[in-house]
């Protein structure tokens, strides 16, 4: 079965400082992976979206960045984080062996910019 | 581009009674409809989904109904219990193009069930 792994799974970080948080899949090869940022109380922002290695699109304009070493690992980066960073970043995967669309998510990683 | 409305962002019924989301999109091109439930601190699950050649799923006390031609649909919850709190999502997405299939969801509705 698949498995997909997020860390950290909380971070404090201040001002100015840059971030790197790594998420893996399990199981599966192929996959379609996402980043997505939801805000204490809000809905969920596609921050970022890869179907392969090296292939990332942007879906908002920001200080974070995304990138795809390898099959199942898409990691996302910021050289300064801002405090509007705040907020639960969950990683999640589609397509693969399973069935196209189907998102699973991570189990998340709440970070705090302080 | 696709946009998803969800209502209502708060929802309080009585333990047992029947619980309704609604949710609207507006890109007739979107084929897949799932729903997803995220309790407090934790990860979105998908919970029930729906595509485009059906009207209605059902899983248990979870049933999902789709109306094409009013781009429209809806979570039911049947016989509701307190573990049945939580935010619930909707979401729209249409089959792949370039690969991949990026979902647009709702804004959420808080639901809560009172013992």
């Known amino acids: 079965s698949q498995t997909i792994h997020q860390w950290p799974a909380t971070l404090v970080q201040p001002v100015g400082s840059p971030l790197s948080l790594e998420c893996t899949v399990e199981g599966t090869s192929n996959p379609n992976l996402y980043w997505y940022r939801q805000a204490a109380g809000r809905g969920l922002q596609l921050l970022f979206y890869s179907v392969g290695i090296g292939q990332i699109s942007s879906e908002v304009p920001q200080n974070l960045s995304a990138s795809r070493p390898q099959d199942r690992q898409f990691i996302l980066s910021s050289k300064k984080l801002l405090l509007s960073d705040s907020g639960f970043y969950l990683c999640?995967?589609?397509?693969?062996?399973?069935?196209?669309?189907?998102?699973?998510f991570g189990p998340g990683t709440r970070l705090t910019v302080l | 581009g696709e946009n998803v409305e969800q209502h209502p962002s708060t929802l309080s019924v009585q333990e047992g009674d029947s619980a309704v989301i609604k949710c609207t999109y507006s890109?007739?091109?979107?084929?897949?409809f799932p729903w997803y439930k995220q309790e407090l601190g934790k990860r979105p699950q998908l919970i029930i989904d729906i595509r485009s050649n059906v009207g209605e799923k059902k899983d248990q006390r979870i049933a999902v109904t789709l109306n094409k031609t009013a781009k429209h649909f809806s979570l039911h919850i049947t016989e509701t219990q307190p573990e049945d709190s939580a935010v619930y999502f909707c979401?729209?997405?249409?089959?792949?193009?370039?690969?991949?299939?990026?979902?647009?969801f709702g804004k959420g509705t808080k639901l809560t069930v009172n013992p």
């Open positions: 979401a729209a997405s249409k089959s792949p193009q370039g690969g991949s299939e990026k979902l647009v």
């Open positions: 890109d007739s091109a979107s084929n897949y």
């Open positions: 999640a995967w589609s397509g693969g062996t399973g069935f196209i669309n189907e998102q699973f």
